[in-house]
């Protein structure tokens, strides 16, 4: 358990790095959102740069803490793995337990990488990279080059991302300001489909049902090599 100040410092640091980003944050700023002394950011980080990297990780520590990626059994089918997979992003991304600064602070770093990226990369992102290129393996074509299986791969996150990033967009759009447009169950049972459909391992969107109504997936069992 962290130290009762090291944890504010961390906490008050996310929030104002996530609004202001690292350059315009301000040490006196954290501190006072901290109710901390300045000198404690230096006692618990050593600077201003480590405590960015700290509230970074713990960032993206609480959503993976949060909402776990799912461990499938051997015969679950391919196509049921990535609905699992895509609806714990969703989840992740969408979530309302955490406070907002956590996600805008991950995708301010993604969209201007520090070297705290490289980090999270490594320990959070590749693992959840691996997950999906595993199940996408078993619905591709064994002929695609890696570098269309990773196009593949960076498509289907990009539709969740787009969920997440451009909310007040939607609900303009959509005429709905008050609440959130769809529900995440809609929203993952969309993008699988779309992505299956896209790949050729499942029917197109427009004969799969509306996104409330159940489909089965396991038609799309995988790909004989």
């Not at 690292?22 to 954290?30: Q, T």
């Not at 995440?184 to 299956?196: C, I, P, S, W, Y």
């Not at 969107?205 to 090599?225: C, F, K, N």
Request: negative net charge.
């Amino acid at each position: 358990m962290l130290d009762d100040t090291k944890q504010r410092l961390i906490n008050a640091a996310g929030a104002i790095f996530a609004e202001k980003g690292f350059e315009a944050a301000s040490i006196r700023d954290i501190c006072q959102l901290a109710e901390a002394n300045i000198a404690a950011v230096n006692y618990h980080f050593a600077g201003k740069r480590p405590l960015y990297v700290a509230a970074v990780r713990h960032a993206q520590c609480c959503r993976q803490e949060d909402v776990p990626f799912p461990e499938f059994p051997p015969d679950l089918a391919p196509a049921e793995q990535l609905r699992a997979f895509i609806g714990a992003m969703f989840e992740r991304m969408l979530s309302a337990h955490r406070p907002k600064w956590h996600l805008e602070l991950m995708l301010r770093e993604l969209a201007r990488p520090t070297e705290a990226c490289a980090a999270v990369v490594e320990d959070y992102i590749r693992p959840m990279a691996d997950t999906l290129r595993g199940i996408l393996d078993q619905l591709l074509p064994p002929n695609l080059t890696e570098e269309q299986r990773w196009m593949i791969g960076f498509s289907t996150v990009a539709q969740v991302l787009f969920y997440y990033i451009h909310q007040p967009i939607i609900r303009v759009l959509m005429q709905n300001r008050e609440g959130e447009a769809f529900s995440l169950d809609q929203l993952a049972d969309h993008v699988t489909r779309f992505t299956l459909a896209a790949i050729g391992a499942g029917p197109a969107v427009v004969d799969a049902g509306s996104p409330t109504e159940p489909h089965s997936l396991t038609a799309a069992s995988g790909r004989d090599a």
